[in-house]
């Protein structure tokens, strides 16, 4: 049983681009979320997503935004990068189920985006 | 979400147990407490979570005082591997919904 796939796993790009991020959520959830990593922080809440549409939002710009499809998996956008985009980005997906497990959250190993 | 404070590090010798603590004084009945632990450049893990009766898992055990207000992690046979940073989360019940907000949490050095 895989669990949740993120690609690619480095990425290095220059101010003003655009990137895209992909992940793939374990194998049974529906529910995807995305954090934000910054050096020596802890992961910082960017969104999720449940049934194709956004759920929930942190306190991130609209320069990210995302989208889930059909089959659950997801992608996370981030236009005119800034070096402060710099970050470990996390994918989270859970089972959507009722009950305290549809809490619990497993993470995928994240991309490392670098901008320069 | 309840605030927690964990101190910011601590150092464990291989093979004894690893008491990781966690002060959330001011959680209330409906919240339960998660722990999550990174290890270095990898995403973070789920280890356990509670609400108010101690808890077990082939990973760790959960200690949750009476008054709630505290807990330990515990960590029984460290190894070098468990070298990580822990995370204790208090969170309601969402039925789903993830938003998990992560402190800085505790590195714990497992040393030889």
């Known amino acids: 049983d895989a669990g949740v796939t993120q690609s690619p796993t480095h990425l290095i790009k220059t101010r003003g681009q655009q990137v895209t991020l992909r992940c793939s959520p374990k194998?049974?959830?529906?529910?995807v979320s995305w954090y934000q990593q910054a050096l020596g922080q802890g992961p910082q809440f960017i969104f999720q997503?449940?049934?194709?549409?956004?759920?929930q939002r942190g306190n991130f710009p609209d320069r990210f935004s995302g989208h889930q499809f059909p089959n659950y998996s997801s992608e996370l956008n981030v236009n005119a990068l800034l070096l402060g985009d710099s970050a470990l980005y996390l994918c989270?997906?859970?089972?959507?189920?009722?009950?305290?497990?549809?809490?619990?959250?497993?993470f995928g190993p994240g991309t490392r985006l670098t901008v320069l | 979400d309840a605030k927690t404070t964990q101190p910011p590090s601590m150092d464990c010798a291989e093979g004894r147990a690893a008491n990781l603590p966690c002060n959330h004084s001011?959680?209330?009945?409906?919240?339960?407490v998660y722990w999550y632990r990174q290890i270095h450049s990898q995403g973070p893990q789920y280890i356990i979570h509670g609400l108010k009766n101690n808890e077990t898992n082939e990973m760790a055990s959960l200690i949750i005082t009476e008054d709630r207000k505290s807990s330990t992690l515990i960590l029984p046979h460290a190894t070098l591997r468990d070298t990580a940073v822990y995370y204790c989360?208090?969170?309601?019940?969402?039925?789903?919904?993830?938003?998990?907000?992560f402190g800085i949490g505790t590195k714990l050095q497992v040393i030889p």
């Open positions: 997503y449940y049934e194709e549409e956004e759920r």
């Open positions: 989270a997906s859970s089972p959507g189920l009722a009950g305290p497990d549809a809490d619990t959250q497993y």
């Open positions: 001011t959680i209330s009945g409906n919240e339960y």
């Open positions: 989360i208090v969170r309601v019940y969402s039925g789903g919904y993830q938003k998990v907000t």
């Open positions: 194998s049974g959830h529906d529910t």
